[in-house]
Antibody, heavy 120, light 110 residues
Framework: QLQLQESGPGLVKPPETLSLTCSVSGGSISSSAYYWGWIRQPPGKGLEWIGSIYYTGNTYYNASLKSRVTISVDTSKSQFSLKVTSVTAADTALYYC????????????WGRGTLVIVSS | QSALTQPASGSGSPGQSITISCTGSSSDVGNYNLVSWYQHYPGKAPKLMIYEGSKRPSGVSNRFSGSQSGNTASLTISGLQADDEADYYCCSYAGGTTYVFGTGTKVTVL
């Protein structure tokens, strides 16, 4: 059973950098069949796709966040990571990591999410 | 990339049916038959309920069904049960390995 677990600081000061890691177990992060991604949910709002990465390191970002977001993968640790620079209160959200099936374009497995609050 | 539009809320009595709409554009929903739907209980991981517009993953009840017409996709929950009370989100492929989610619908079982 695939498991994804988000980790990282729960509080970040503006305009610092938000950094999160997703640890993958029960499946291979190097599988050619899947992509990996980050999705967030601000308080009281809907889900927002942040970006995705393939095990080769190819990345795809939400255009609205692209200038501030970097997603990377470390296959040796079975982890992928998210960095968001110059954060503001608007980046306060529940951040989820998830696995994507590119054939069906669906998010098949999710972590439980981690809350990040941006506040001085 | 604007969020797909969903009604903020919907409700029904046990045993009834409810349909949730998800309206996008010709750049996403209308251009690809690649809408997926997720059930989300607060504090828990979202769960895939429908993919490719109308297909159910193994283990998902056949009370959940999906359809699409033009720029609008729909999720129907038939035979409403108490544990169907959750938030539901649609998501569409938008080209270039990008995605857009819906605004979310809170379903209440009366």
């Amino acid at each position: 059973q695939l498991q994804l677990q988000e980790s990282g600081p729960g509080l970040v000061k503006p305009p610092e950098t938000l950094s999160l890691t997703c640890s993958v177990s029960g499946g291979s992060i190097s599988s050619s069949a899947y992509y990996w991604g980050w999705i967030r949910q601000p308080p009281g709002k809907g889900l927002e796709w942040i970006g995705s990465i393939y095990y080769t390191g190819n990345t795809y970002y939400n255009a609205s966040l692209k200038s501030r977001v970097t997603i990377s993968v470390d296959t040796s640790k079975s982890q992928f990571s998210l960095k968001v620079t110059s954060v503001t209160a608007a980046d306060t959200a529940l951040y989820y990591c998830a696995r994507n099936n590119p054939i069906s374009s669906s998010w098949t497995d999710w972590g439980r999410g981690t809350l990040v609050i941006v506040s001085s | 990339q604007s969020a797909l539009t969903q009604p903020a809320s919907g409700s029904g009595s046990p045993g009834q049916s409810i349909t949730i709409s998800c309206t996008g554009s010709s750049s996403d929903v209308g251009n690809y038959n690649l809408v997926s739907w997720y059930q989300h209980y607060p504090g828990k991981a979202p769960k895939l309920m429908i993919y490719e517009g109308s297909k159910r993953p193994s283990g998902v009840s056949n009370r959940f069904s999906g359809s699409q017409s033009g720029n609008t996709a729909s999720l129907t929950i038939s035979g409403l049960q108490a544990d169907d009370e959750a938030d539901y989100y649609c998501c569409s492929y938008a080209g270039g390995t990008t995605y857009v989610f819906g605004t979310g619908t809170k379903v209440t079982v009366l």
